[in-house]
């Protein structure tokens, strides 16, 4: 197993024996901060859907969407980002301080590595941070340090869980997750949430969640409606919840991929 420092001199374990959902993504957007067991166990999850690239770079497309429409829309200027995976293209500080430099982004992975490539990469940038937490522990993430300093949570703040509820199985209860994460926060904070889903192509998606699994990494497909639950006690943003590829896109319908080539949904919820 590889090791680095931590800020504190401590050895990290970047668990390179296994692969890992964050480090997986990166492979998939095309980075280049995974390992090779990453790599693999990505390829085998493209035997079964050879446009998973195409969905993930989707997701990615929608984040950013999302993430402009909270500031230019609605005045948000912090974020917490669930999950967030290693630093690539458009990440959320760049996509929001784009608008608004002022504007204060926690990110949070349970992948040791993402702490230490995203701290590295974002040591002068006082208004951002990363820290290691698991989305299944949302009170952690809250209490942290680094996340009290950062999130003034007398303010609307954006909640993103974009492609990591779908690693949190049934009886971890997401909606548990959302409900911790939505009582924190003050009204007219908004939610920003993607899943992948074996609704639209079954067979290709049931092949990526058995490929997954294989592989050690939970992977459970949700349809639109439970879905859609994830939202409850939120007022779900026009269009509510779609295709992630369609979610306020400017780019001509003709032009978009089919929807059995992302399988994934999105939405955005305020907290009235």
């Not at 954006?158 to 939505?182: C, M, N, Q, W, Y």
């Not at 439970?226 to 001509?252: A, N, Y």
């Amino acid at each position: 197993m590889s090791q680095l420092d931590d800020e504190s001199g401590g050895p990290i374990d970047l668990r390179t024996d296994q692969p890992h959902a964050a480090r997986m993504y990166d492979y998939l957007l095309g980075g280049k901060d995974h390992y090779t067991v990453d790599g693999e166990a990505a390829e085998k999850a493209l035997t079964a859907f050879p446009l998973l690239r195409t969905a993930a770079r989707e997701n990615r497309g929608f984040l950013g969407r999302a993430v402009q429409y909270l500031v230019r829309e609605t005045g948000i200027r912090q974020f917490i980002d669930l999950g967030s995976g290693l630093p690539t293209a458009e990440n959320v500080h760049q996509v929001a301080q784009r608008h608004d430099p002022t504007t204060h982004v926690v990110y949070v992975d349970n992948d040791p590595i993402v702490l230490v490539y995203g701290s590295a990469m974002l040591a002068q940038d006082r208004r951002t941070a990363v820290i290691q937490g698991d989305v299944r522990d949302p009170r952690a993430v809250l209490d942290h340090p680094r996340t009290r300093e950062l999130i003034d949570f007398d303010e609307p703040v954006g909640v993103l869980a974009v492609a990591v509820l779908h690693f949190v199985g049934d009886e971890e209860k997401p909606e548990s997750i959302v409900r911790t994460l939505r009582d924190a926060v003050p009204p007219g904070s908004h939610f920003i949430l993607s899943h992948a889903t074996a609704d639209i192509a079954p067979e290709a998606a049931m092949g990526v969640q058995r490929a997954y699994r294989a592989q050690g990494v939970p992977l459970t497909l949700r349809d639109k409606a439970r879905f859609t639950e994830f939202f409850d006690g939120l007022d779900l943003i026009e269009p509510g919840v779609q295709v992630v590829s369609d979610w306020r896109s400017d780019i001509p319908e003709a032009e978009r991929p089919d929807h059995a080539d992302v399988s994934w949904y999105g939405g955005v919820g305020r907290l009235a």
